[in-house]
């Protein structure tokens, strides 16, 4: 079977069909660094990840680009609130963006381009498009240059609007637009700016507008056409539909096929910095173990949306200690390993099949709970020749998630001195200890796995999801 993908443009399910046979190329709209991310911005990463990790175990040699909006309003906006230079601030943020990648273990794209990097491959689109009637100067002499939706008629098909039900568009003062949804894709410099956000154009000098930065981006570094380019489902319009115009108005065949991921909501709204409800990687994790945070990411669809909860976390948490700690148990059992070398052999073919069908991570997920099930009844029964194979098919399936315990960055190997995801484990098999005493109504031996942890400093809780604890930090 063939890896099936939902299209966003053509709204339905299809095979993947690439550019060069055997490699794909994927591009997925990064952040805009005018501040660190929270975890909705960081879904987008997870899912794109798990991708490239299930792309490559189908033989697949892949590609990922994910930019870096390094130049933009917003950040010239924070800059200029916490009295320093725009570049200063994006570069910060931009260092916290790779610190919640390596903490959720998603490995770096494999370019990560910043926009400034690329002007002038954007100038170069520009004077085509003016060329080719599709974009034109502002008649005010401002230095704006902006793209014609009248001039493009499949204006809208990805987003499958019709432009007069479009709104305005708001990136730009509309002094000099001919349509009010003309896009900006180049901002003339204006008195208060910072000389060193200006380029030199033919039209005067300015700074590039979002839309453009990611055309350029993408065209330098996958071409003119490219296999799949990704993002939250929020840059569907106007930024993936801007992209796609200009890039094709400008020749480019451009995407194959588009990828959104749903949104993660707090409170029934998108989480952003906006609403000012956003959750920061770096204080998400830690209140739960980062593995524990990506599994949440990762386990359900991608075009699902997530309502986030701390309860809701904290059952993903529960949920996946419970896998850990089987795959510590029985490497214990078992004995080294090392890291699976994953292969399909290993993995079970329902597995496969569900990871084909559209990255079915939920599907897949129950796959690898049955098997850590049945490994569980395997430890229980002393069958290790058993236990060594469901051990193997659990990691390899592990792998393909990025979440395989006893493999880099999770392995203590990899905690670069950091105990604490070393002693999380040991608190779960004895929860798993505790959990069992307690099934056997052996409460005074599960009351005292409780006493022993708290004199250790960690704090049992018992809830309606299972076990949770925490680590006492009073001394």
């Given amino acids: 079977m063939a890896i099936q993908l939902y299209d966003s443009a053509t ?8 550019v060069r046979p055997g490699e794909v190329g994927i591009y997925h709209c990064g952040l805009t660094v005018q501040g660190p991310p929270h975890i909705g911005h960081i879904r987008k990463e997870v899912v794109f990840d798990v991708l490239r990790r299930w792309l490559e175990r189908r033989d697949y040699r892949v590609t990922v680009v994910a930019n870096v909006t390094d130049i933009d309003d917003k950040v010239l906006v924070k800059a200029q609130e916490q009295g320093v230079e725009w570049f200063a601030v994006a570069y910060e943020n931009e260092r916290a963006l790779h610190a919640a990648y390596e903490a959720l273990g998603c490995r770096p794209p494999t370019y990560e381009p910043r926009a400034t990097g690329v002007v002038p491959e954007m100038i170069e689109i520009m004077e085509l498009l003016v060329e080719r009637g599709h974009a034109y100067p502002a008649a005010d002499q401002s230095g704006d240059v902006y793209f014609d939706v009248r001039a493009w008629p499949s204006y809208g098909e990805l ?7 479009m709104e305005a568009a708001q990136d730009a003062d509309p002094r000099g637009k001919r349509d009010p949804r003309d896009f900006a894709l180049w901002k003339g410099h204006k008195d208060g700016d910072p000389a060193s956000a200006s380029w030199p154009t033919p039209w005067g000098r300015g700074r590039p507008g979002w839309h453009l930065e990611c055309s350029a981006m993408v065209g330098k570094y996958l071409g003119d056409e490219f296999d799949i380019h990704g993002g939250g489902l929020d840059l569907r319009f106007p ?3 801007n992209e796609l115009a200009q890039s094709r108005a ?3 065949p451009f995407a194959r096929l588009w990828m959104h991921n749903a949104m993660v909501n ?3 709204e998108k989480m952003s910095k906006s609403v000012g409800n956003s959750l920061l990687v770096s204080e998400v994790v830690k209140r739960v173990q980062p593995a524990s945070v990506r599994y949440y990411l990762a386990a359900p669809h991608y075009r699902s949306m997530v309502e986030y909860s701390e309860e809701a976390l904290a059952e993903a948490d529960t949920a996946f200690r419970r896998i850990e700690g089987f795959v510590r148990r029985a ?7 090392g890291d699976v070398e994953v292969t399909a052999a290993l993995l079970p073919p329902a597995f496969v099949t569900a990871m084909d069908d559209d990255l079915s991570t939920p599907a897949a997920i129950a796959v690898l709970s ?3 099930r049945d490994g569980n009844r395997q430890l229980d029964a002393g069958d290790v020749e058993g236990l060594a194979g ?3 098919s659990v990691r390899a399936m592990l792998d393909v998630l990025g979440l395989d315990p006893l493999a880099a960055p999770w392995a203590s190997g990899g905690t670069g001195g950091d105990l604490r995801p070393v002693v999380e484990a040991l608190v779960s098999v004895a929860l798993e200890q505790r959990s069992a005493a307690r099934a056997r109504r052996d409460f005074a031996a599960a009351d005292a796995i409780r006493d022993q942890l708290k004199s250790a400093g960690v704090l049992v809780e018992d809830t309606s999801s299972g076990s949770r604890f925490t680590l006492r930090t009073d001394g």
């Fill in 250 to 252: 400008a020749g480019r």
């Fill in 370 to 372: 049955d098997a850590v």
């Fill in 239 to 241: 930024h993936h539909e």
């Fill in 390 to 392: 469901t051990l193997t």
């Fill in 331 to 337: 490497g214990e059992v078992v004995g080294p390993a």
């Fill in 266 to 268: 707090l409170d029934g």
């Fill in 11 to 18: 709204r339905e399910v299809r095979a993947l069909e690439t």
């Fill in 159 to 165: 987003s499958h609007q019709r432009i007069d039900d």
